[in-house]
């Protein structure tokens, strides 16, 4: 018996019920208080997270009006589109380049606002964080006037310079380019500020015991810095490429899938078969796609933090 | 203007509506229940206010307790609305549906059948692409509606086009039909119209027209093709994109493009009417949206803007249109007083007023009431919109039709079109191709 276990069972008054005393001693052991405490995240989770996922594998599986069952027709079918090859290769090529980019930046940042004074560091983290604390929304109809079509104000700022300017939203490499640009400026605090705590519980006396051994700043980065934020750098990319392969907002504001169907993603591609044509069935299909991708980025990185960490 | 209530209106017109099944709805003492509707959210100032006391007086008049949800379509809002509602069988009973949602949802919709043939039976037919659109399968799925329909007409810097290219878009089609001169109209083809724009862009003033994933592309483009012939699918089901007819249609746009902006394949549904109001642009394909908000921003440019036909192909002269309909659910608890709701919004008496606050934008389908006198007023120009509604020979199409409903409907909204005409003129695909590819996709719309 639990010392917890027995010290309810001393404090049980004898009139009691046996079964009611088993009842508090169940709810009053550690594993029950933890369930009780995390139920509503565990309800939201299901509500939120598990029903909508399990519903959309069931649509997933129906035929376009939703009156019979297909098995995996949907999946088939789009197996055989062009269109969503392209979506494909777009979502691959604007995960891996977009959180690529914010990795590197994010640590270039990180390891910048980590050598300023700690007053200067205050100001410039509060900054650089005004990117990823903005409605995404919001910012992509502000890079959206960036890159209007006619009215472009980057355009203006080259052509001042005496450059030519782009059709950043008309040309499909310029259009992922941008679309991939504002991803980067608005993921990229998210990796600065991950990586300027991990920097922070790096204790000192590495860094002073190399510099006693002569490591110069890059020897210092790649033999203690890296070395002691590599979990930290997989979990973060973990994360992004979670977030990032599910775009949505940045690609409906600024190009909505265009020019010619080169920026979609499997969110905005899957929206645009399930809401603005009528097919939820496939768009489910779409959005399903992401699952496997995820579930085998997931496990290769969680494999690589397990196996460093024992 | 005659005042009809609504029951003396349903006595009249008694052996349609009653062999329909149009006999009201039951009403005592205590109330006739609640109706909950969902209705477009006009841009136009004032022009909701207007529609909300409309209903209200009808409600307080035949004691329902009306609710109206003004829903905004920009983001795509009132379609996720209706894919919700439809979802979970309960909402609104009323909502309002942009072009294609009646489609989508048509097996949970209650027919219309009685009022839409009320309307007939007193007012005449609606247009041939509000029967198109609304009446499927031999039912009424939905009832069209005036509020937020719209055609595509050309709209016109009449100055520009007299100066630079000799064209004088308000003698041919001046503001009363009757004044037509068809030898003039009838020169007004997509020939003078490309060799109007060539003089216009070297003027330094392009046409400026949307080729990317946007209603308006598929709103001139669609029209365009028709011109030629050139239809993507049949009513029958046949893929008939792979035409001469479409290579026609092809090699004429290869030729319009080298006279508009580069920047035409990024361009939005508001790009037309900054395209307009910035003074650059001498004509684009649009609603009088265009027009209004350069009124309200650069009056000077307003004032030159005529609305007109758009120019004819060998196959006849099209126009593109974005209706809205009404649709009552089937879950709906008070569907006898959703539909006397729509008799009443359907009445001439009500949508006489909602025209008039939508300043014109608004465009009926109900053929007759064209002869509302706000596009002969509204100015400036003084008649500058009186061709918004079809006046001459054009017929009024969507993107997409004559195929069936379902199909055109992913004709328009995968941008089936644009797409193609784009991987040519912009991508660089030779045309055959592009059509193969479009075939390609035409297939796999037949999906069931």
Redesign the interface.
Known sequence: MSPDTAAVHAASPARVAPARARLLVHLRSRSAVGVVMTLPLILLIVGLVAYPFVYAIYLSLL???ETAFVGLDNFR?LL????FWLVVQTSFLFTSLAVVWKAILGLVLALVIHTLPPRGQRVWRGLSLIPWVMPLALSSLGWWWIYE???SALNWVLVLLGFSPK??????FW?RFSVILVNIWYGTPFFMITYLAGLKSIPQELYESSAIDGANAAQRLRHITLPMLKNIIAITLLFSTIVTLATFDIVRVL???????WTHLFGTYA??????????P?GAAVSLFMFPILAVSAFFILRGIRRSTS | MEQTGRRQFLKTTAAGAAAAGVVGFPRVSRGAGKLALGLWDHWVPGANAVLKGIIEDWGKANKVEVTIDFITSIGNKLQLTGAAESRAGAGHDILAFSTWDGTFYKDKLEPMNDVADAVIKKYGPYNENAMYLNRQGGKWVTLPSPIGSHTYPLETRMDLWKKHAGIDVQAIFPADAKKRDKKKVDAWDWKMFLEGAKKVHAAGFPVGASIAENTDSNDWLGPLFATYGSFPMDEKGNITIASDATLAAIDYLKQLVQYMPKDIYGWDDASNNRWLISGKGSAVFNPPSAWTVAKRDRIEVAAQVWHHDAPRGVKGRFRGSLPFTWGVWGFGKNKAAAKDLLLHLSQKEQQWKTITASQGYDVPQTVAFSSHPVWTEIEPPKGGQYNSPVRGDERLIVAGWPAKQEIAAQIYSKWLLPIMVGKITSGGTAPKEAVKWAAGELEGYKRG
Do not use: M, Y
């Open positions: 035929n376009k009006r079918f055989t589109r062009d269109t079509p006619t009215h059709s950043w939203l008309a040309d499909p259009a190009t909505r899938g265009g020019p010619r169907q929206f645009e078969l399930g809401i603005a044509s009528g097919d939820v496939l």
